[in-house]
Each structure stands twice: as C-alpha cells, then as structure tokens.
C-alpha cells in the first residue's frame, strides 16, 4: 500500500545543512499545529513549544550544550562534542518541546509531537533533525530560565527546522527488516 502520507515518512531524512534564509509564519503554524494534533496519553496534550528563532540563543545554547558533552564521561559524546561544530546545524528556526512536570507520559507525548513536526517538515520540503543534545543546555537551570517556559514544565528535545541546504536522496533509506515477530 502506498499514499502521499506513507511516501512522506518514507523519504524523511535528518538534515544537518540548512540556508540561513528563515522559514515563513505560514510554515512554522503548520508545523506546530501538526505536533498539537499529536496523540497523548488520556488526551492530556501535556506539552509546551517554544520557537527560538533569535540565533544568539541559539548559538547560545550549541555552545553551552558543547561545553558540557565535553566535560562527559561518554568517549562518543566528547568526541561529538569536539567534531559537531553546532548541534543545531546553523538551523535557522528551533522548537523546544517542553513538557508537564506532574505528567508520567509527557516524555513519550512530546515524543509524538516532534514526529508529527519532523513528517509535516517534510511534507512542505523543510528540513528537519531532532536534537536530544539539548538536554545538556537543559541541566542547568539559569539556562532553562532563558526559555521562558510556563511554570511546571521541563524541557526534553529540540527540533532544528529550515530550508534545506544540499540536495539529498529520495526514495526510502535503507533500513533494517528483521526487527519485527509475530505471536498468532
């Protein structure tokens, strides 16, 4: 079976190269209104957006983020951290997807939204890359404070968003087949 939705997820790609040109309002809401039509647990929607689109913090927070992956225990995360010149990718626009602190499933639910906003990217040619380094940023809180969020909620992910900067390959990429078993 095969449709627009199915061959969208399908040619879905991480970009990590974008123009610095920003994205138009009317991209951004379609996007964002795509991760509030995400499911959640009992319908609780127990997320918060917020969209950086002033590059200081952005830079702010790669900067701030690198730092601390090379202060890591993890060989691979200093090694990320010395070879990832910014882990947004000079992304122009990022979402951070906050969720509420007294909710068990806010993790997951946030989960869902940002691949509802990484497939509807795709579906209006916008490149997108879901960045958990953030969560370095994240630790502290004078960094968190920058933010703005809304009492009670906790930053998890970021999503760097933006015209995508090379060309790249269409088609489905190759994945692994043998991960599935059915019990009948």
């Given at each position: 079976m095969e449709n627009e939705v199915i061959k969208t997820i399908k040619n879905r790609r991480s970009i990590r190269n974008y123009k610095e040109e920003q994205i138009k309002e009317e991209e951004l809401k379609t996007i964002l209104e795509a991760g509030i039509q995400a499911p959640s647990a009992n319908n609780l929607q127990p997320w918060h957006f917020t969209v950086v689109q002033n590059k200081e913090l952005i830079d702010l927070m790669s900067a701030e983020s690198k730092k601390m992956m090379l202060k890591s225990d993890n060989p691979k995360l200093v090694q990320m951290g010395e070879?990832?010149?910014?882990?947004?990718?000079?992304?122009?626009?990022?979402?951070i997807a906050s969720g509420k602190k007294d909710i068990e499933s806010a993790l997951v639910d946030c989960a869902a939204a940002i691949e509802n906003?990484?497939?509807?990217a795709e579906s209006i040619d916008l490149g997108g890359v879901w960045i958990g380094l953030t969560r370095f940023f994240f630790q502290k809180e004078e960094n968190v404070k920058k933010l703005d969020l809304p009492t009670g909620y906790k930053p998890f992910y970021a999503v760097a968003l933006g015209y995508k900067g090379e060309k790249i390959p269409t088609g489905p990429s190759k994945r692994k087949m043998d991960v599935i078993n059915y019990i009948r």
């Open positions: 070879n990832i010149p910014h882990i947004f990718y000079n992304a122009p626009t990022v979402i906003m990484l497939i509807t």
